[in-house]
């Protein structure tokens, strides 16, 4: 059996839909639906069984699961807001769960890979390379890069980069992210205001390196990023891994994909950046996957243009899902 946290989540959907085809059905899914529409990620999946996260806490917790045969673990449940202020609600859900898992992990000699994240690289002056040496000195700029560094550190200082992967996520987007209201991706996002309003408004750029829409990410479109998990799953590595594209794109570039996407004119409007964001905004991201190619992963990663054009045509403007 392996159990997917966040199983009904953007990359944990993606996760399963990569195991199923492998044709593995054997999945305990974890995650908290509520009355949110991720259940929608699940309809097209196979998987054995359905459990609430704090049910399947309460059960890890009581030993349910000490003789289960598990195969391995993808714990990919966490709070992803970027914006999230509540820093105990964060240090819970996503430091305290992870270390709980990843004590019983070790412990039973399991096979688990966890969600860490570029943005614990914070304003980049370090650099985006993922080097298990520079843990401690990483400043990220928000509550939630900090809970994601907070297991980095513990996984180091316990030896558990040793025995388990640990994925930092750059800026992934997908089909399976409707759900999620303010954190949906720039993608979803120009579908819909293009689709509704024929123009796609971008914040404009206070830094003078940077015009208006030349600010840079790191994009990954979710099948290439389950695609990377898989293969450092299966090749038997451990340690902290990027998990991104290794390019920087500008955002006027993925809005004008999404435009040819839906066969429309390219329509920008820049628009005023909220205080409260302007010192904590990152112009540029771009992750190094040196380390994640000398494991042997030589796929071709999707362009930009091409992924877009894939999620919205053959996704959102047919209303489907991953496994449809």
């Not at 900090?146 to 640990?166: N, P, T, V």
């Not at 120009?190 to 790191?218: C, H, V, W």
């Not at 990023?225 to 299966?234: D, N, P």
């Not at 040196?290 to 071709?300: E, F, V």
Request: proline share 3%.
């Amino acid at each position: 059996m392996f159990i997917v946290t966040g199983g009904a989540g953007l990359i944990g959907s993606a996760m399963i839909w990569r195991l199923n085809q492998d044709h593995i059905r054997d999945i305990l899914v974890v995650d908290h639906l509520g009355s949110s529409e991720k259940w929608k990620n699940l309809a097209p999946l196979q998987y054995a069984d359905y459990m609430e996260r704090d049910e399947f806490e309460t059960r890890l917790l009581s030993g349910e699961f000490e003789t289960a045969p598990i195969d391995g673990i993808f714990h990919l449940g966490a709070c992803s807001a970027t914006t999230e202020k509540d820093a105990t609600y964060l240090a819970k859900n996503n430091f305290r769960y992870t270390k709980m898992l990843a004590d019983f992990a070790v412990q039973r000699k399991i096979r688990m890979m966890y969600a860490s994240s570029c943005a614990t690289y914070g304003d980049g002056s370090l650099g985006y390379k993922d080097d298990e040496s520079v843990i401690e000195q990483l400043r990220p700029m928000n509550m939630y890069g900090y809970s994601k560094q907070m297991f980095d550190r513990y996984a180091k200082e316990k030896g558990y980069l040793s025995k388990m992967i640990g994925c930092k996520f750059s800026n992934v987007y997908g089909p399976n992210e409707r759900h999620k209201a303010g954190m949906r991706s720039v993608v979803l996002r120009a579908y819909e205001q293009i689709s509704a309003t024929g123009t796609m408004k971008l914040f404009r750029s206070y830094n003078p390196e940077y015009a208006d829409g030349e600010q840079k990410r790191d994009f990954l479109y979710v099948k290439d990023a389950v695609s990377m998990v898989h293969h450092l799953f299966r090749c038997g590595a451990s340690g902290l891994y990027n998990i991104g594209s290794g390019k920087a794109e500008t955002w006027n570039s993925l809005v004008t994909a999404a435009f040819e996407a839906l066969d429309k004119p390219v329509k920008i409007e820049y628009i005023d950046m909220p205080e409260e964001l302007r010192d904590r905004y990152q112009y540029y991201t771009c992750t190094e996957i040196g380390k994640l190619r000398s494991t042997g992963y030589a796929a071709p990663i999707g362009s930009l243009r091409d992924s877009v054009h894939d999620m919205i045509t053959r996704y959102l403007v047919p209303g489907k899902y991953l496994g449809d």
